[in-house]
């Protein structure tokens, strides 16, 4: 497998010693940062808890529209960027696509090193979603990369030289990759992969952050039965499965690739696990079963990685319900008793809040539309909803697979009780495939593994329920919205907030936002120039606090659907208060043909949105972001258009080109809401672009 490449090691003495500071960095340091007020972002999720609520708060909701760009980075990439930049010392690790390592120096956005582990770019269709990767690790002057392929790799932070890998899948069977961040415990590096989509089994390493020596594995699934079992934990998951479609060979699923906590005090770590292979609980299954370990989150020991307890959000998952989504650690004060709990909201589309001492169910409320459970009864089993589990015909998977809300960090701010949840609606159309026989993916036949039926599924009718995307502030202890926000589609990123009462959160259509924690009003945003996936980080560099993010378009979703102009390379941008850099030219040079000056109520854009995206957006495209194809983007118009947009709405001279006219469906208040949402999205994506 491939080599390191290291470059422009620094030589300023100032710089090596930040980059040394990674040193410092133990589990310790890693669960300080979220105790304290600290200047550092030094692991995924901020800390083990990953909360994502940063104590800092220079920058708040009183200056938050002062907010400028300091610096961009380009990561040269042209394809998803999920990463979560970590930070300690001013300097940021970050990865890009393909696996693609990159230290930088947040004091002057340039470049320190950068690592490519050299992925097989051939290879790319072992993964379901893109050659994305959501970031490192770091621990004692280490970085930890899981590269695409299934390698776990250790790198020196300072120099951006290899100091080990190990082939995390080595001997497995199936199209194993990686996409999620390694977390490291108590020096251990631990890491899950991806690939239940096509017939693998999933399991979770601990490797020795020094040494790379393995150090425990804990698989999610059973193997074959006629053999003898890994643990006691295998044993009784066995029996929730119906060894009559030899499930071990096909893998079984259960891959995770995605969230990792710890609570250091109940010393136990918790893996959020994925969906079943193949995806057809009968085809899987053909008795039925819960089959454990799918879709739960389990608890584990990090020293030995024994099982401990699990909780099983959807029992014999039959829709890629994966509950590989963040989890975050906290307490909450529920019926007058202090719980220590965990917060997830996995895809399925229902927000749990579990006792995470003994994984005991406390309570479960859908945040978006769902049509496959009516809720969870006291023990925590799912409600069924009668002819959600009938795949002989077609139905409207209601959350489809994307999920009600996927890998997009969610975060928890205690001061406001609030949890901020990148949510999204993309229902499909689905049905078992009669014929499904397992055959191990290969190229062009990627889906080999979902026993879904995609020849009947192109003849059958598009959903009722429309693709929609928002972010949701969630009240866990009520279980109930607390304020929403309408995206223009599904897809949106990952979620910060902080002790300066704001919610920051990256855009499929291209921005950065920030947003009032406590209310939900848009205080500031600047664009970004293309969709965002990953959530911003922010942090401290010499006094000053800093809100980084990687943006970059892609991943499972991104792969087909755009909002964006999607040439833009993967970009790191990184914002302060009074900054005054100038975006990169790719954005630049969209910005003297933005419409100007048409007079409009901000208080009609959120109404605007909801009227432009069901009725415009199909053949516009998203105003300001998209360039506009054979039909205009209507923020690039003369601002006499924007003016008079009834007349062409209204039984206008585009008639004949093909446009609709929308006498009696859109009213005139309607009409300029619609203009306040164009001429409110143009002005918000203008002043840095202008600088
Ligand atoms: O089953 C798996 O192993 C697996 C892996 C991944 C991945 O590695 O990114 C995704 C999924 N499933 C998945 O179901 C999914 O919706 C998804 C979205 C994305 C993404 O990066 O946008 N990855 C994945």
């Known amino acids: ?34 105790a304290g007020k600290t200047a550092d972002w030094p692991s995924y999720g901020l800390d083990y808890s990953e909360a994502r609520f940063s104590k800092l708060d220079q920058v708040n909701a009183g200056n938050v529209k002062q907010l400028g760009l300091a610096w961009t980075y380009n990561l040269e990439s042209t394809r998803g960027v999920e990463a979560t930049p ?94 999620g961040a390694p977390r490291v415990i108590k020096g251990k590096v631990v890491i899950g992969n991806s690939g239940a989509d096509f017939g693998v089994r999933g399991f979770v390493t601990a490797y020795d952050a020094k040494t790379g020596a393995q150090k425990w594995r804990w698989f999610v699934v059973p193997g074959d039965p006629s053999k003898p079992f890994e643990d006691a934990s295998m044993a009784k998951a066995a029996k929730t499965w119906d060894p009559s479609a030899k499930y071990w060979e096909h893998g079984g699923g259960g891959t995770a690739w995605d969230s990792i906590t710890y609570d250091p005090d109940l010393n136990l770590m918790y893996v959020g696990t994925g969906n079943g292979s193949p995806w057809s609980h009968k085809a899987r299954s053909p008795k039925g079963g819960d089959n454990l370990y799918l879709a739960s989150i389990v608890a584990l020991n990090p020293d030995t990685g024994k099982y401990v307890w699990h909780y099983q959000e959807t029992p014999g998952d039959n829709w890629d319900y994966t509950s590989t989504q963040p989890m975050i650690l906290t307490d909450l004060k529920i019926d007058g008793k202090q719980r220590k709990v965990i917060l997830h909201a996995p895809k399925n589309g229902f927000f749990f809040v579990i006792d995470r001492t003994n994984g005991k169910f406390i309570s479960a409320k859908n945040f978006t539309e769902v049509n496959w459970a009516s809720g969870y009864d006291k023990n925590g089993r799912p409600i069924d ?19 009600g809300h996927n890998w997009h960090s969610m975060s928890f701010n205690p001061q406001t009780g609030l949890a901020y949840i990148p949510q999204q609606n993309i229902p499909l159309n689905i049905m078992d495939d009669k014929t499904w026989k397992f055959n191990e993916a290969a190229p062009g036949r990627p889906q080999s593994g979902t026993g879904w039926n995609t020849a009947e599924l192109l003849n059958v009718e598009q959903p009722k329920s429309k693709p929609s995307g928002r972010l949701v502030a969630w009240d866990p202890i009520a279980q109930k919205e607390a304020w929403g926000v309408e995206h223009v589609g599904p897809g949106s990123g990952g979620t910060l907030t902080t002790a300066g009462n704001l919610v920051f959160q990256g855009t499929v259509d291209g921005r950065l936002v920030a947003y009032n924690a406590k209310t939900g ?35 499972n979703f991104g792969m087909v659907q755009r909002y964006t102009d999607q040439q833009a390379p993967g970009t790191v941008y990184t914002f302060a208060v009074g900054g005054t850099a100038k975006v990169p030219d790719y954005v630049q040079k969209k910005v003297d043909k933005l419409v100007a000056g048409v007079k409009y109520d901000p208080a009609k854009v959120q109404a605007g949105t909801l009227l432009y995206v069901a009725n415009c957006l199909a053949c516009h495209g998203v105003p300001a972001v998209d360039r506009g194809g054979a039909i205009p983007n209507l923020a690039y118009l003369d601002a006499a258009y924007i003016e008079n947009l009834d007349k062409f709405i209204l039984k206008g001279p585009a008639t004949d080109r093909g446009m609709p006219d929308f006498t009696g469906k859109l009213s005139m208040g309607d009409i300029d809401a619609i203009k306040a949402f164009i001429q409110g999205t143009a002005d918000a994506v203008r002043p840095s672009m202008a600088k």
């Open 1 to 34: 497998m491939g080599a390191s490449i290291a470059q422009a090691q620094s030589t300023d003495p100032g710089t090596q010693a930040r980059l040394d500071a990674t040193k410092r960095v133990d589990s310790k340091f890693i669960r300080a940062n979220g």
């Open 86 to 179: 970590l930070v300690v010392d001013g300097i940021m690790y970050v990865t890009a696509t393909w696996s693609v390592v990159h230290a930088i120096d947040t004091r002057t956005g340039q470049k320190l090193w950068t690592f490519d582990p050299k992925v097989d770019k051939t290879k790319a269709y072992k993964g379901c979603c893109d050659a994305v990767n959501r970031g490192v690790a770091m621990y004692e002057g280490k970085i930890f990369l899981g590269a695409f392929d299934g390698r776990l790799i250790a790198i020196d932070a300072a120099t951006g030289k290899m100091v080990w890998e190990k082939n995390t899948v080595e001997g497995q069977k199936g199209n194993y990759t990686i996409t």
């Open 385 to 403: 909803i009668p002819g959600a589990r009938d795949g002989s015909k077609p139905r409207d998977s209601i959350p489809g697979p994307y999920g």
């Open 521 to 555: 009003e848009k205080l500031w945003d600047s664009p970004v120039g293309t969709g965002v996936l990953a959530a911003p980080v922010t942090y401290m560099v010499d006094g000053k606090q800093y809100v980084s993010v990687a943006v970059g378009w892609g991943g």
